[in-house]
Nanobody, 123 residues
Framework: QVQLVESGGGLVQAGGSLRLSCVGS????????MGWFRQAPGKEREFVAA????????YYAGSVKGRFTISRDNAKNTVYLQMNSLKPDDTAVYYC????????????????WGQGTQVTVSS
């Protein structure tokens, strides 16, 4: 299994920026497509963004497209989520996920999750 640890959350004003990091353990980090999800109070967990194993392809939920950018540095076993123009609706606990990349699907949610990091955006 791969262990994942998120960091970088905090309290920011609307319009501000944060960069989240997710560090994975082991020597197999580059074999996983990686995703970011979030869960707001009273709502189900939702997909935010994903990135292919090599970092060559990115996918975003419509609610964050144009504002968030996912990237990865396999040499550091780290995936990032740069969040700009933050809105109060972005308030949630953010989780990273180690998933799969196949010819049939560029990203499929996996079973490995971090503990989450809280992002709170004030209006």
């Amino acid at each position: 299994q791969v262990q994942l640890v998120e960091s970088g959350g905090g309290l920011v004003q609307a319009g501000g920026s944060l960069r989240l990091s997710c560090v994975g353990s082991g020597r197999t980090f580059s074999s996983y497509a990686m995703g970011w999800f979030r869960q707001a109070p009273g709502k189900e967990r939702e997909f935010v963004a994903a990135i292919s194993r090599s970092g060559g392809s990115e996918y975003y939920a419509g609610s964050v497209k144009g504002r968030f950018t996912i990237s990865r540095d396999n040499a550091k076993n780290t995936v990032y989520l740069q969040m700009n123009s933050l809105k109060p609706d972005d308030t949630a606990v953010y989780y990273c996920n180690a998933g799969e990349e196949t010819q049939a699907s560029p990203y499929r949610e996996g079973d490995y999750w971090g503990q989450g990091t809280q992002v709170t955006v004030s209006s």
